[in-house]
C-alpha cells in the first residue's frame, strides 16, 4: 500500500469539503459566504478545536494538578544507608567500625548484601550520648546547692 503525502492528504480534504459544499447547496442549503471563506473558517474552526484538546505543557489546566508528589508514607522502621549514618554521626568508616566491634555503637544489618542500621537504633545512640560541660556548669550548681 502506498504511503500518501501530506499534501496528497491535505487534497483529498479539500475535496471532501468541496463535495460537501456541493451537496449542501443541490439541498437548498446554500451560503452568502464564498467557498474560500468558508474553507479558511473551517481551518480556523479544527485549529481551535485541535488548540483546546491539547493545551500547551506549560499552562495549568485545571484538572491536573502539577506539583511535586508527597513523601510515601512511613511504614515500619526506617533503614539508612552507610553514608547516611557516616553523615549523622559524624566520624569516618573505620572509626564507625571499631566503634561497632567495641559495641558503643549499635551493628549494621545486611539488607541486599550492604550494611543498614535502622534509624530507631541511631536515634536512641544519640539520645544517650553525654551533655558535654560547660565552665559555668560547675558554678551553678554550687550556687544553686548552697541557696
Known amino acids: 500500500m502506498p504511503k500518501t503525502t501530506a499534501c496528497k492528504q491535505k487534497a483529498a480534504q479539500v475535496a471532501f469539503a468541496k463535495k460537501a459544499a456541493d451537496a449542501k447547496a443541490r439541498k437548498g442549503k446554500t451560503s452568502a459566504v464564498a467557498p474560500q471563506l468558508i474553507e479558511a473558517n473551517d481551518q480556523v474552526l479544527a485549529d481551535e478545536a485541535l488548540a483546546a484538546a491539547n493545551p500547551p505543557a506549560n499552562e495549568h489546566d485545571g484538572r491536573n494538578v502539577h506539583a511535586a508528589r508527597a513523601p510515601p508514607a512511613r511504614v515500619g522502621a526506617r533503614l539508612l544507608s552507610?553514608?547516611?549514618?557516616?553523615?549523622?554521626?559524624?566520624?569516618?568508616?573505620?572509626?564507625?567500625?571499631?566503634?561497632?566491634?567495641?559495641?558503643?555503637?549499635?551493628?549494621?544489618?545486611?539488607?541486599?548484601?550492604?550494611?543498614?542500621?535502622?534509624g530507631s537504633e541511631i536515634e536512641a545512640w544519640l539520645a544517650e550520648l553525654p551533655v558535654r560541660q560547660l565552665k559555668d556548669d560547675e558554678s551553678k550548681a554550687r550556687d544553686t546547692s548552697s541557696a
Open 82 to 118: 552507610k553514608r547516611e549514618v557516616l553523615a549523622i554521626v559524624g566520624v569516618s568508616d573505620p572509626a564507625l567500625w571499631s566503634m561497632m566491634r567495641a559495641g558503643t555503637f549499635p551493628r549494621s544489618r545486611v539488607v541486599g548484601g550492604k550494611s543498614m542500621w535502622l
